[in-house]
Nanobody, 116 residues
């Protein structure tokens, strides 16, 4: 069973930055795709950013120009750098991994609160 361990959420003021981390129990090389999703209260879970094993990452329109997804193969960790945060970014952020058979795995979620 794959486990995804997230960290880095918290309270930040509007305009601030946070970096989320996701460390899977398996090698990030083994997944077809990895990414970040978020779910705000009363809303459906939505894609924030993701990348496939090869190719460039893709972003939600709301994340373009402010968020950056990256991966460190040496540390076997995926990051989401979030800059210029807005109150609308408040949500629980989930790390996601898709294996080569199409099965999806989810982290426990980390809360990001943007408020003054």
């Amino acid at each position: 069973q794959v486990q995804l361990v997230e960290s880095g959420g918290g309270l930040v003021q509007p305009g601030g930055s946070l970096r989320l981390s996701c460390a899977p129990s398996g090698s990030i090389f083994s997944f077809n795709a990895m990414g970040w999703y978020r779910q705000a209260p009363g809303e459906q879970r939505e894609l924030v950013a993701r990348f496939f094993r090869i190719g460039s990452p893709s972003y939600a329109e709301s994340a373009k120009g402010r968020f950056t997804i990256s991966r460190d193969f040496a540390k076997n960790t995926v990051y989401l750098q979030m800059n210029r945060l807005e109150p609308e970014d408040t949500a629980v952020y989930y790390c996601n991994a898709e294996d080569t058979s199409g099965r999806n795995y989810w982290g426990q979620g980390t809360l990001v609160t943007v408020s003054s």
